[in-house]
Each structure stands twice: as C-alpha cells, then as structure tokens.
C-alpha cells in the first residue's frame, strides 16, 4: 500500500511534482532570456524587430482601426506603403492586448517594456507546449525532458531574447501547440480538436510567414498514412475540420488574402484535402460493392483522377490561375538560385547554407540524439511517430539549406531527443530489475560441495567464491545501469552550461548597441548608432530623407523617426536597386541621381576604425550585384576588383571602387585620424589617399567613426558644379568639422 504525503497519493505527488518542474523550466527559459536587459538595457534589438515596434507603438496610439488602414508615407518614399496590408499583424495585436489588459487592471507598463518582455514570456509558453507534444508521442518523461531542453537551447533562445521583437517570439509557441492539436486531433477523431488545430493555425498565418510549413507538413502526414493504408475516420474528421476551418480563417488575414487558393505552396494542403474525399468515399463505397469489383472500380478512378488532376494542375499553373513557385521555395532546393537570380535574398547572412559546426552550437549533443529519436520512432510507427519523422527530416533538410531555418528545427529536435532520453532511462533508471537479475544469478549459480568445505591447499572459502556472493552480483548487475546513468547526467550538466555560454555570449548583445573590452578587461559601450539616429531627429527637419541601405531603413524610422527611401520589407527589388546605383556610382552621377530622388542626407555605416565586420563596405559588393540586376548597363561587378582580382580599397584599389560614392563617403577624411601609415582594421588594407568630396557635405559622424551622415548639397546659386566651386574656393574656406 502507498504512502500518503500531507494527504496526497502517489499519483497525487507525480502530479505535483511534474507542475513544480514545469514551473522551474519556465523560469529558466525566462531568466535565461534575460542576459540582455541585464548587461545593456531594455532596448529593442536588431532591424526587423525595431518595425514591429513601431508599428504597434501605432496600434496602441491610435487604434485598430486606424492601424488597420494605415498608409505610412515615410517609408519607401516617394512611394509610400499600405501597412496593414503588407504585415502579419500577430505580434502587434497581442503586445496591444497584454499592454491593455495590464492597464486594465491598473498596472503602468510603457510599451516598450512588453515589447521587450514578450518573447522571454512567451518562451515559457513554449516549453509547456513542448511538453505537451513530448507527452502526447511518448510519456510524460519525455514531454519533461522536450520541456527542458527547449527552454535552454540556443537555437530557439537566438529569436527570443529580451529585446528581439520579431515575429519568431511568439510564432515558435504556436507552431509546436498546433501540431501538439493535431497530433491530438487525429489520436481521437476529435472535431473539437480539430477546430482547436486550426484556431491556432490562424493565430500563426497571422504571426509569421512560416506558416506554410504547418499547412504542408499535416497534408504530408495525411498523405503519408493514406499511403501506408492508416486511413480512419479519426483522420478524415481531424483533417477536414482543420482544412476547411483553417484556411477560412487564414483568408481573414489581408497579407494573405485569397493565397490559399491560387497559390503554390497552398495546393498541397488543397490536394490532400479532395484526396481524403475521395478515399472516404471509396471506404463507403466498398461497404456496397463486391470486392471484385470495387477493386476494379478502384483502379479505373486513380487513373482517371490522376490524370485529371495532374493536367488540370499543368493548365491552371500555364494560363497562371495557379501562381508559381516563389523564388523563396526555389532557393530552398537549389542553394545557388538565390545568389543567381535573386541577389537580396542570397545577401541576408541568415539565408546563407548552414555549416556543419552551427548545429553543435544551436543544439550541443542534441543533435547527437536526433537519430535515436528517429529510431525509437521506427520501433514504435504510430501515427503520432509518423509525423515525428517526417517532421524530422523535412526540418533538417531546411534547416541546412538555410541558417535561419535551425530555428524550425529545435522544437523537434528537442522533443526527440526527450524521447530517445526517455526510452533510455526507462531501461536504466529501473534498478528493481537489476535487483531482481541479481537474485535470479544467485538462486541459479550451482553449488560445489567440495570448494564448500575448502580444497586440499587449505586456502579459504571467501577467495574463491567472492564472484559469486549476491553482493557482488547485485552490484554487476547495477554497474552498467549507474555508468550509463552517469554519463547522460553528465552530458545534461555540459549541455546546460553550454547552452547559458552561447546565450550569454552570442545572443544576448543588441545590434544597436555594441560592447567590447579593453587589454584590461574593462566593459566599454559602443553606442554610435543611436547615436546618429539621436543627431538625425534632433538636427534635421521632420520631413527630411534619408538615404542609406535597406539593412537600416527600419531603424532609421523607429529612432530617427525620419522618411526612407528603402527599408527592410525588401518588396521593391527595383528602388533597392537604384539606392545600390546610387552608392555605387561616381559621385556626380549619384549627386544627379539623389537629387532627382530628393534625397536630403545619405548615411553610410563604417567598421574600418573599430574593425567592425559588418559594415557597408562588406556589403557593397551585394549592392552592386542588385544594382546591376536591375540596370546591367550601368556596371558591372567585374568593374570593382583590381588587376589582379582582389576586390581592395586603398591605392590599389579599381578606378570603379574609387570613384563609387560608398567608397568616398566611408573614407572621406578618414587618414586625417589614422594617418599616413593608417590601414582599414576590417579589411586590414592601407588607406586610400587624396580621398575628395564636393557635391556632398559631412554632416555628423559618431565618436567611434561606425555612422557617417553626409548632406546632399543644393545646386549652386550661381550654375556652376560644386567641383568648380570647390576649386575656386580652396580648401582654406572649407569649415573645420567637429566629431
């Protein structure tokens, strides 16, 4: 009979004590999350996310109306773009919906501050999510273990730090919960989970692009059983219900529109669903007909319907009913495409293909335990397991085709890696078996008589029979159970102290602001960037334009609050490609081409005195190869490498190169602080000399030389060019400038 505890039994205790590990899990994904806000400030980091909090700084301002037609026309000016039609607005809708909950309650937040917050908070909600999935597929061991180490890993911790805004935050959460109702879903044949399933679909098509992978995954999964010969009507009732209910509600959301029905990578989902039609009908079917014939019937249907089907998908797709594959999917099966035909694409680091050492950082040894969750999964081969694999492997592929995509996969990673663990200590945490083995051994040996009585030597009994006394059996049947034991608990103790390193080190240091150390040891803050933003608000008029490279547009107007050119929603490859013609022109055509755009400032980042790697000379080369997409006639790349092929920017340098506008105005003045011997500490070059500027006019640039803002000049009163006018006036009336 179990012992009761203050009153509670034994399943009573297991209940409490899984909710206390729960609650301990969630905490640590929290306070792992918060190495940022710590060691800087509550600040939003990166690009992306400074949009995202400006554009719900707008919605709590001014209401969802407003938010929801709103035309801001400081972005890609002079073209301005329709907000609301052209975001997933989940992110923005829930930081307003705690900030006005709070307020309800009369808690005083700022905004800021939830933004910030929000993908810590919502991590937690994802390690109870995980949990859920690792239980549904295995036990609660196992859901336990996802739990933990979900809530640690550094490849989800890189999108959800304090302070990283972006959609990832919350998408991450919803992703692992929807597919925890599907699984659930199609164990039961539940319409309840179904409608479940597909209510959290809608929350994630509203948070973030990666939706797809859901709304081609589970029609895999579908397809895959129907294969198999797993068709029940709990997978016709789940499928159904989520299909129809879900891609209504996906339609509701106007970035997405009527997508699902025309579109590529929706026809998957739409196909599968008419498939599972089909094959209920034919289970009906068969219940009427004789075997003989239904066989018959049968085959003659495929046929049919799958010529049909494949010539109706041929002829919607050639008179473009159907739209096309996107450049993006392209590039995930042809790693080359991108940096083809599709250069802004390929020049995102995150969208390079992923090396091999990344794994290990983003997931230390569970990478290791992927292919032991795989092969449990095998053992197993339930319907649950059969999505477990294809999720796998699918996410893996992805994952190394582009960096980013490691994100997708660490949940599953992570739930594998909870089930191979606890297949294991299922075995070698049970030790009443080992106990059981040894008496087993011990009432099996047999016994000698004569060595029970000593031998002729007169040597004594223990000598000989220490093999086999039961204490020693009981510990050789013990042993392996404690090394294998250790060994995992010791890999959990590196794993842990690995994964607080990376977070602390890697993905805990804001974008916008930048930190280093000096030979002693001493913390030094490298502020340059708000810096600019702070000079641009507070010295030029509100209406001013700004131009610089897209990398920076949302910055530029989430601090500065200034109107851009370009920014990084990247959907004009076009008016990106003129800003690269731009700064890669010499400078009087530039001048002639920022005039005609009414471009009041340009701002260039420069790495070359702190030895900061990405800046815009390390970028320019994917300026150009955008550039000449557009206007191949203008230029070519080709023009920017030396004689002998290097692409250099001292003396050596090509004509090309020292003429180009980005190369004046990062190097502009530059030898003046690092003098004649001076070289580029990024690109480890000497400097050019007799760098000269005359249509544009430094304007500011930061203490550490990391942002420099030129002003565009305006035309001469007299006609004539400004070289003229520099040339006439000398260098004795330019005016000293002061950084």
Avoid at 31 to 42: A, D, K, N, P
Avoid at 441 to 449: G, H, L, N, R, Y
Avoid at 491 to 499: G, I, K, V
Wanted: a neutral charge.
């Amino acid at each position: 009979m179990a012992y009761k505890v203050f009153g509670l039994t034994a399943s009573d205790q297991t209940s409490l004590l899984r909710i206390a590990i729960l609650g301990l899990i969630s905490i640590v994904a929290v306070g792992s999350r918060l190495y940022s806000v710590i060691r800087f400030e509550s600040v939003i980091h990166e690009f992306d996310p400074w949009f995202n909090y400006r554009t719900t700084r707008y919605l709590v301002d001014n209401g969802f109306d407003k938010f929801w037609n709103w035309f801001d026309e400081t972005a890609w000016y002079p073209l301005g773009r329709v907000v609301g039609g052209t975001l997933y607005p989940g992110i923005m809708v829930t930081s307003a919906t705690i900030y006005n909950a709070l307020h309800l309650i009369n808690i005083p937040v700022d905004i800021r501050n939830v933004c910030v917050f929000l993908a810590p908070v919502f991590s937690a909600l994802t390690a109870l999510a995980t949990y859920q999935l690792g239980k549904e597929v295995k036990n609660a061991t196992a859901g336990l273990l996802a739990a933990a180490f979900i809530g640690v890993a550094p490849g989800y911790i890189s999108r959800s730090v304090a302070g990283s805004y972006d959609n990832e935050g919350i998408a991450i959460f919803l992703l692992v919960f929807t597919f925890f109702l599907w699984l659930r879903s199609v164990r039961l044949g539940s319409a309840l989970y179904g409608a479940l399933t597909a209510i959290f679909y809608f929350y994630m098509v509203s948070a973030w692009g990666g939706y797809v992978f859901i709304i081609n995954l589970i029609p895999l999964h579908v397809f895959a059983l129907l294969v198999m010969g797993r068709y029940s009507n709990r997978l016709y009732v789940a499928y159904s219900t989520f299909y129809v209910i879900g891609t209504l509600a996906s339609m509701q959301i106007p970035f997405v529109g009527f997508q699902p029905t025309f579109t590529s990578e929706h026809m998957a989902a739409l196909g599968t669903f008419g498939l599972i039609q089909l094959v209920a009908f034919a289970s009906y079917v068969r219940t009427l007909v004789p075997s003989d014939q239904f066989r018959m019937l049968i085959r003659l249907s495929i046929l049919g319907l799958f010529v049909i089907g494949f010539g109706g998908l041929v002829l919607l797709t050639m008179t473009k009913v159907i739209a096309p594959w996107t450049g993006r999917f392209y590039s995930l099966w042809d790693t080359a495409y991108a940096k083809v035909h599709i250069p802004i694409i390929a020049s995102v680091s995150e969208h390079q293909p992923t090396a091999w050492p990344n794994f290990f950082f983003d997931l230390n040894m569970l990478i290791w335990l992927l292919p032991a969750g795989i092969y449990f999964s095998f053992r197993e081969l339930s319907d649950n397991h059969v999505f477990l694999i294809l999720y796998s492997l699918f996410a893996a592929y992805f994952a190394g085709v582009m960096v980013r995509l490691i994100l997708t996969l660490t949940p599953i990673v992570c739930v594998m890696a909870g089930v191979a663990m606890a297949n294991v200590f299922e075995i070698y945490l049970d030790f009443s078996k080992a106990k059981a083995e040894a008496v087993a051994m011990t009432e099996s040996a047999p016994v000698d008589k004569d060595k029970s009585k000593g031998n002729n030597a007169g040597e004594p009994t223990a000598a000989k029979s220490l093999y086999e006394t039961p204490g020693f059996k009981r510990f050789y049947a013990l042993f392996p159970r404690i090394v294998v034991v250790a060994n995992f608990l010791y890999f959990l103790c590196m794993f842990q102290w690995h994964c607080s390193w990376i977070t602390s080190s890697a993905y805990s240091s804001p974008s916008v602001v930048l930190a280093s150390r000096g030979p002693d040891g001493s913390h030094h803050i490298i502020d340059d960037f708000r810096e600019a933003y702070y000079w641009l608000q507070m010295n030029t008029k509100s209406d001013a334009k700004v131009l610089s490279w897209w990398d920076y547009g949302y910055q530029l107007a989430g601090m500065a609050d200034r109107t851009t050119l370009v920014d990084n929603n990247t959907w004009n490859n076009t008016h990106i490609a003129t800003v690269g013609k731009i700064l890669a022109s010499d400078e009087d055509t530039a001048y002639e081409l920022a005039r005609r755009h009414d471009v009041d400032y340009v701002l260039v980042v420069f790495g070359g005195m702190l030895g900061y790697s990405g800046d815009d000379i390390n970028k320019f080369l994917w300026m150009i190869r955008i550039a000449q997409g557009v206007y191949p006639d203008s230029f070519k790349e080709e023009d920017f490498y030396n004689s002998a092929g290097e692409y250099a920017i001292g003396d050596t340098a090509s004509p090309a190169m020292r003429k180009s506008l980005m190369h004046k105005l990062c190097y502009y003045r530059f030898h003046e602080v690092m003098g004649p011997q001076g070289f580029d500490r990024v690109r480890k070059q000497k400097l050019p000399r007799d760098v000269t500027l005359d249509n544009f006019e430094e304007a500011y640039t930061t203490e550490n030389w990391m942002v420099r803002i030129y002003k565009v000049k305006d035309l001469d009163n007299f006609g004539r060019s400004h070289h003229a006018v520099s040339a006439f006036e000398g260098p004795r009336f330019k005016n000293d400038f002061i950084y």
